[in-house]
């Protein structure tokens, strides 16, 4: 019974036109052949599987070949055949991994200066060589950058970030790009031709996107599917090799997530989690399902970036087409952060559930169309009324004569209730409206003042006397009650009562007469002005017009500090 040959190395390319999905490579490689411009040194960058080894070898066949150095090595020479099995005595194959130390550069730099044994070329061909050590490296350096002229050294690497810099300007640089779904595809449907399997498009589409870019990793997983399930090979049997859920399974969540069916996505999850799939793995395939949503919505079925079926490019089309791209976008965040949460947790099955619950529970934004509608409509109807400012001064002066005639005509029970009392009598309406019109004469000539002047409130009011109340042990009663402080505040009362006015600083306990007599109010201990503020703003005809156009309601009011 011979020894079996897989399918990745039996299918390895021999020559450049065999190397898929790496033409910009190839074309530079057979142009410098052509013209006698090859370097003495090369590097292949790029992910796992997709070729740099190959065209290593390749490249090695070409310039050794007995017909060349020519673009298509014959592969019937002694030299191709020798090189092909990897027991070439001149093209030289070493794992950096296996030989990171200084002692195996210092005995590849004496081998080096000895003559090939009968090709034209002696070769290094060194894999993974970022993981060569500094030193070695650094004793490679001479020898790299004038190297004899029978010598090519040809460097391989998935981590080309790893590598210095002085070595990566001795080099022709190759980036190595990950090989389209639809490239793997169409080579493995050639392999299972040739070996005589069948296997429908769409299970040999699962191994395709299973193996993210790489056409070896396809390969080993077409070699697996094959053992499995024999010279057919169904979708079923795909499934379950490799622990993947159906791609309905996609549809239907993220389906059950835009209904807003909760129920349905907890079934979903459980059934996932049954079948024994990989829930990690599922979460990842379902983010790669929200970016294609995304992709679809922004470009449209026919971007040149999706690499799925049309059947399901169909599907996706009609389910982006009820959502909204903000939506599809934090629904993607939101799964974002749940795969990020289920890689570190060992209960993958609760985040999931939770991560899918929150997405389906999340509120639809508006549209950024209706939005701008609605704000132009705000527009148009403020340019019809005028200038919101003379708006807002009536609106405020109109308040201001309703609260002093409902004031008046407020029965006494009522008016103790909503009044203050402070010690020695009840502060009159007219009192608080002159208090507050004086704040705010004192926020124009001095904010500082203003800012301490605001955290007291209103114990009598006068011809002759201001007499305000402040916090037991606050700053603002330490300053205020200051000689200069109560100078300024004497000063600025004189300017806007047009007379002398005595102003007294006086200690009161707040959370006591908060209770009883002080107006402190059902605000938290909110003083005069502030409530006055509140009020005005709440009051204002743009703010009422905005509530009713955008359809919304006030929460909250802020004061800024010092207003």
Known sequence: MGSYLVIARKWRPQVFEELAGQEHVTRTLQNAIATNRLAHAFLFAGPRGVGKTSAARILAKAVNCRQGPIQKPC??????????????????????????????????????????????????????????????????????????????????????????????????RFDFKRIPV??????????????????????????????EGSMRDAQSLLDQAISYGGEEVKREDVLTLLGIADRKILFDLSGAIFRKEVKGCLSLVDELYKLGYDL????????????????????????????????????LVEQAAGVSFEDLHRLFQMLLKGEELMARTPFPKVILEMTVVEMARLAS????????SRIEQLEATLSRRGPSAEGGSTGSKQEKKDDESRGKQMPAEEASETSPAPVGGEVGEEALRQWEEFLTFVRGENPVLASFLIQGHLVRLDDACLEIGFAKGSFALDRCSERDTLHSVEE??????????????????????AKKTARTSAHDGETDLVRHLKKEAVGNPVIQEAVEIFQGRIVEVKVKEGS
């Open 365 to 372: 934004l508006l549209p950024m169309e209706e939005i701008l």
């Open 75 to 172: 592969n019937q020479c002694e030299s191709c055949k020798e090189i092909a099995e990897g027991n070439s005595i001149d093209v030289l194959e070493i794992d950096g991994a296996s030989n990171t130390g200084v002692d195996n550069v210092r005995e590849l730099r004496e081998n080096v200066r000895y003559l090939p044994s009968k090709s034209r070329y002696k070769i290094y061909i060194i894999d993974e060589v970022h993981m060569l050590s500094t030193s070695a490296f650094n004793a490679l350096l001479k020898t790299l950058e004038e190297p004899p002229p029978h010598v090519l050294f040809i460097f391989a690497t998935t981590e080309p970030h790893k590598i210095p810099l002085t070595i990566l300007s001795r080099c022709q």
């Open 182 to 211: 639809t490239v793997i595809f169409e080579r493995l449907r050639e392999i299972t031709i040739a070996e005589g399997v069948k296997i429908a498009d769409d299970a040999l589409m699962l191994i395709c996107r299973e193996a």
């Open 280 to 315: 990690g793995q599922f979460c990842r395939d379902f983010l790669s399902h929200f970016r294609n949503l995304l992709v679809v919505k922004l470009e449209g079925g026919e971007s040149p970036v999706l690499n799925i079926p049309e059947d399901e490019v169909k599907l």
């Open 492 to 513: 600025i009362a004189r300017r806007h009562f047009k007379q002398e006015v005595q102003v007294k600083i006086q200690s009161t306990n707040l959370s006591k007469e």
